[in-house]
C-alpha cells in the first residue's frame, strides 16, 4: 500500500471553508437583526453600480469555486482511499477525473456521464447564490431623528411686522415679516391658480427656494423642509407632525351687504380720467374700513376692493373677508359683487410627508389641538395689508387672482353661483395657508424661534442579498462542509489515501510504468478479440473496463498494476 497523502493537501481547504461559513452566518444575522451599510457606502452603490457589480461577480465567483473545490477534494480524497483498497476500472478513474476538474467528458459511460453533468450543474449554482447573497442592495430604513419645528414663543417679529426687522434676502429665499410687501407676487400667484382644474388642490410651490412643491394644501404647515433639515443625511422621505390652524372659510352671496364703493368727489379725480372710490361700511362682525388706505381706483376692467376684518383677537372668534365692485364700472369683476366669506380658525395638528426624492410634500389634518398663541390676528392684517397696496390704474391684481381661479372651478364645473363660491373660497385659503407659512419661516430663519421636534425617516440604506439567498448558500454552506468533514472523519483523515494522485498526469504516467506491461498487454489482447488495435481513442470501451489496482513494483515503488483477477484471465487468455 502507497503512503497516505500530504497533510496539506488534505487540509489546505480547511481556511476557505471557515471564510465562507463565517461569511454565511453573518449575512443571516444582518438580515435577522436589520443590519445596514453605511450612508456613504450607499452613495458609493448608487454613483458606481458598474464597479461594484464587478467586485460582486469577482468574490461570488471564489467564494463558490471554494464549496466547489471542497467537494471534489473530498471526491479525489475519498476516491484515492478505495482505489488504494480495492480493484477499479479505468473509467471511473477517468470519472474522478473529469470531476476534480469540473469538465465534461463525453468519452464515459452513460451512467458516469449523467453523474459527470450533475455535479457540472451543481458547480454553478454556489457562485450564483453567492452573488445574490452578497449584492448589496439599496433599501429604506426607518428611524427617528430630531427636526427643528418653527415655535412661536417670541412674538417680537410679528408684531414688528418688518418696520425694524429687515426681511433677509439669502439663496434658499425670502423670510420676512412684512409678506404682504415681500411675497405679495408670490402669494397672489399661488392665489390665482389655488383650485385644479381637473378637481382637488393644485400643486404649489412653497414660498422659499428650495424647490418643494405641495401635493396638498399646506395649511401653513411644512416650514421646515428644506430650510432646517439638512442634517437629515441620505432622507429618502420623512413624516412629521406639526401644529397649525385648520383654516376654512365659508362664502356666500349678501344682497344686504353693507360693504361697498363710494365715489370720492371730484378733487380726487386724477389727470386720467379715472375715478376713484373709498371703500365704506362695515362687515357682519361689525368690523370695517375706513380712511384713504381703503382707496380704490377705476381701472380699464373696472374696480373692486377687498377687506378683511375680526372683532376679537382669539382664534375662535369670527373673521370676515367682503368684496365689494363699483356699479357700473365693468363686467369682470361682477362676480365679486357682494360675496363675503367667514373664516374660521381652528388649532390643528397635521401630518406633514416630505418625499425628498421627488421634492414633493403633502399635509393632512390629523386631529384638533391646542395653541398658546393666537396667530390669526397676523394673518388677518397680512390681508388687508395686501389690500391696501392693491390700488392700480391699469388693474387690480387681487380681484384678477379671484377671477383666474373661479375660471379654474369653472373648467370642471361649468359657470354658476356654485363654482364662484368655490374659487374665490379656494383662493382665500391658499393666501392664508401661505401667509401662515411665510410667518412660520420667517420665524425659523430670522428670529431662530424653534421647538425640537421628531421625524420619522426613511433614509437610504444598504442591505446585502435578499433572505432567500442567503438562507440557500448557508444551506449549501453547511451540506458541503458536512460531507467533508463526515469523509473526513470516515476515513479517518483519509489515512489510507495514495499518494498517486489520478488527477496529476505525471503520477499516473509514472505509477503505470512501474507496473510494468500487464495493461498494455491486457488492452492488446482486448483489442485482437475484436480483431482491432488499441488506438489511443478516449471513448474506448473495452480499454475502459480494464480493472486495475494500486501496488508496489518489485523495487518497492507505488504502481498502477493489473487487478490479479484480470492478470489471471490474460494468462489463460
Given at each position: 500500500?502507497?503512503?497516505?497523502?500530504?497533510?496539506w493537501e488534505k487540509?489546505?481547504?480547511?481556511?476557505?471553508?471557515?471564510?465562507d461559513t463565517?461569511?454565511?452566518?453573518?449575512?443571516l444575522?444582518?438580515?435577522?437583526?436589520h443590519?445596514?451599510?453605511?450612508?456613504?457606502f450607499?452613495?458609493?452603490?448608487?454613483?458606481?453600480?458598474?464597479?461594484?457589480?464587478?467586485?460582486?461577480q469577482?468574490?461570488s465567483h471564489?467564494?463558490g469555486?471554494?464549496?466547489?473545490?471542497a467537494?471534489?477534494?473530498?471526491i479525489?480524497?475519498?476516491?484515492r482511499?478505495h482505489f488504494a483498497?480495492r480493484?477499479?476500472s479505468?473509467d471511473s478513474?477517468?470519472?474522478?477525473?473529469?470531476v476534480?476538474?469540473?469538465?465534461?467528458d463525453?468519452?464515459?459511460?452513460?451512467?458516469?456521464?449523467?453523474?459527470l453533468m450533475?455535479f457540472?450543474?451543481f458547480?454553478?449554482?454556489?457562485?450564483a447564490?453567492?452573488a445574490?447573497?452578497i449584492?448589496?442592495?439599496?433599501?429604506a430604513?426607518?428611524?427617528t431623528?430630531?427636526l427643528?419645528?418653527?415655535?412661536?414663543?417670541?412674538?417680537?417679529g410679528?408684531n414688528?411686522?418688518?418696520?425694524?426687522?429687515?426681511a433677509?434676502?439669502?439663496?434658499?429665499g425670502?423670510?420676512?415679516?412684512?409678506?404682504?410687501?415681500?411675497l405679495?407676487?408670490?402669494?397672489?400667484?399661488?392665489a390665482?391658480d389655488a383650485s385644479?382644474?381637473n378637481?382637488?388642490t393644485?400643486?404649489?410651490?412653497k414660498l422659499?427656494?428650495?424647490?418643494?412643491i405641495?401635493t396638498?394644501?399646506?395649511?401653513?404647515a411644512g416650514a421646515s423642509?428644506g430650510?432646517?433639515?439638512?442634517?437629515?443625511?441620505?432622507?429618502?422621505s420623512y413624516?412629521y407632525?406639526?401644529t397649525?390652524?385648520?383654516?376654512?372659510?365659508l362664502c356666500?352671496?349678501n344682497?344686504?351687504s353693507?360693504?361697498?364703493?363710494?365715489?370720492?368727489?371730484?378733487p380726487f379725480v386724477n389727470?386720467?380720467?379715472d375715478?376713484?372710490y373709498?371703500a365704506?361700511?362695515?362687515?357682519?362682525?361689525g368690523a370695517?374700513?375706513f380712511g384713504?388706505?381703503d382707496?380704490?381706483?377705476?381701472?380699464?376692467h373696472?374696480?373692486v376692493?377687498?377687506?378683511a376684518?375680526?372683532?376679537?383677537?382669539d382664534?375662535s372668534?369670527?373673521h370676515?373677508?367682503a368684496?365689494a365692485?363699483?356699479?357700473?364700472?365693468?363686467?369682470l369683476y361682477?362676480?365679486?359683487?357682494?360675496?363675503q366669506c367667514?373664516?374660521t380658525?381652528?388649532?390643528?395638528d397635521f401630518s406633514?410627508?416630505?418625499?425628498?426624492?421627488?421634492?414633493s410634500?403633502?399635509?393632512l389634518?390629523?386631529?384638533?389641538?391646542?395653541l398658546s398663541?393666537?396667530?390669526?390676528?397676523?394673518?388677518?392684517q397680512t390681508i388687508?395689508?395686501?389690500?391696501?397696496?392693491?390700488?392700480?390704474?391699469w388693474t387690480?391684481?387681487i380681484g384678477d387672482?379671484?377671477i383666474n381661479?373661479?375660471?379654474?372651478v369653472?373648467?370642471?364645473?361649468?359657470?354658476?353661483n356654485?363654482?364662484?363660491?368655490?374659487g374665490?373660497?379656494?383662493?382665500l385659503l391658499?393666501?392664508?395657508?401661505?401667509i401662515?407659512?411665510?410667518?412660520?419661516?420667517a420665524q425659523l430663519?430670522i428670529l431662530h424661534?424653534t421647538?425640537?421636534?421628531s421625524a420619522?425617516v426613511?433614509s437610504?440604506?444598504?442591505v446585502?442579498?435578499s433572505?432567500?439567498?442567503?438562507?440557500?448558500i448557508?444551506?449549501?454552506?453547511?451540506?458541503?462542509?458536512?460531507?467533508?468533514?463526515?469523509e473526513?472523519?470516515?476515513?479517518?483523515?483519509?489515512?489510507h489515501?495514495?499518494?498517486?494522485?489520478f488527477?496529476?498526469?505525471k503520477?499516473v504516467v509514472?505509477?503505470?510504468?512501474?507496473?510494468?506491461h500487464?495493461i498494455?498487454n491486457k488492452?492488446?489482447?482486448?483489442h485482437?478479440r475484436?480483431?482491432?488495435a488499441?488506438?489511443?481513442a478516449d471513448?474506448?470501451?473495452?480499454v475502459?473496463?480494464?480493472?486495475?489496482?494500486?501496488g508496489k513494483?518489485?523495487?518497492?515503488?507505488?504502481a498502477?498494476?493489473l487487478?490479479e483477477q484480470?492478470?489471471y484471465?490474460l494468462r489463460?487468455?
Open positions: 500500500m502507497a503512503d497516505s497523502a500530504s497533510t487540509y489546505l481547504i480547511i481556511p476557505g471553508l471557515v471564510l463565517i461569511l454565511a452566518f453573518t449575512l444575522g444582518a438580515k435577522v437583526n443590519w445596514t451599510a453605511s450612508s456613504k450607499a452613495e458609493v452603490v448608487e454613483k458606481d453600480r458598474t464597479t461594484i457589480g464587478i467586485v460582486i469577482i468574490v471564489i467564494l469555486m471554494i464549496l466547489v473545490t467537494l471534489c477534494i473530498t479525489n480524497l475519498s476516491s482511499v483498497r480493484p477499479f479505468l478513474a477517468k470519472f474522478v477525473n473529469a476534480y476538474g469540473v469538465r465534461f463525453w468519452a464515459l459511460p452513460w451512467p458516469y456521464l449523467v453523474a450533475l457540472i450543474v458547480s454553478l449554482f454556489p457562485g447564490l453567492w445574490g447573497a449584492t448589496p442592495v439599496l433599501a430604513k426607518d428611524s431623528k430630531p427643528a419645528l418653527p415655535s412661536f414663543s417670541n412674538l417680537t410679528l414688528d411686522g418688518g418696520a425694524n426687522i429687515p433677509q434676502h439669502t439663496a434658499q425670502i423670510f420676512t415679516y412684512d409678506p404682504a410687501s415681500d405679495w407676487g408670490l402669494i397672489l400667484d399661488a390665482k385644479d382644474r378637481g382637488g393644485s400643486n404649489h410651490a422659499d427656494r428650495t424647490g418643494y405641495y396638498t394644501r399646506s395649511y401653513g423642509v430650510l432646517v433639515d439638512n442634517l437629515l443625511d441620505q432622507v429618502t413624516m407632525n406639526e397649525g390652524y385648520l383654516t376654512e372659510a356666500v352671496y344682497a344686504t353693507e360693504f361697498g364703493l363710494e365715489e370720492v368727489p371730484t389727470d386720467f380720467g375715478t376713484f373709498l365704506r361700511g362695515s362687515l357682519p362682525n370695517g374700513p384713504l388706505g382707496l380704490v381706483v377705476n381701472g380699464p373696472g374696480a376692493a377687498m377687506f376684518g375680526s372683532n376679537a383677537s382664534a372668534s369670527s370676515y373677508v368684496f365692485e363699483a356699479n357700473d364700472t365693468g363686467e361682477s362676480t365679486l359683487a357682494n360675496m367667514e373664516v380658525f381652528e388649532p390643528f406633514v410627508t416630505v418625499n425628498v426624492t421627488n421634492h410634500i403633502s399635509v389634518p390629523w386631529g384638533p389641538a391646542i398663541t393666537n396667530l390669526s390676528t397676523f394673518s388677518y388687508k395689508a395686501i389690500n391696501d397696496l392693491e390700488p392700480s390704474v387690480h391684481a387672482a379671484f381661479n373661479i375660471a379654474n369653472e373648467a370642471l364645473s361649468g359657470p354658476s356654485a363654482s364662484n363660491l368655490q374665490v373660497s379656494e383662493s391658499s393666501m392664508l395657508d401661505n401662515d407659512e411665510a410667518y412660520a419661516a430663519m424661534d421647538n425640537l421636534g420619522n426613511k437610504v440604506a444598504v446585502f442579498g433572505p432567500g439567498y442567503i438562507y440557500s448557508l444551506i449549501v454552506d453547511i451540506a458541503v462542509c458536512a460531507i467533508y468533514f463526515i473526513c472523519f470516515r476515513t479517518r483523515r483519509w489515512l489515501a495514495s499518494k498517486l494522485n488527477i496529476d498526469i503520477s509514472v505509477g503505470a510504468s512501474m507496473g510494468g500487464a498494455a488492452a492488446k489482447s482486448l485482437s475484436r480483431a482491432s488499441w488506438q489511443a471513448d474506448d470501451r473495452l475502459g473496463q480494464i480493472r486495475v489496482r494500486l513494483s518489485y523495487e518497492g515503488e507505488v498502477v498494476i487487478d484480470e492478470e484471465l489463460h487468455a
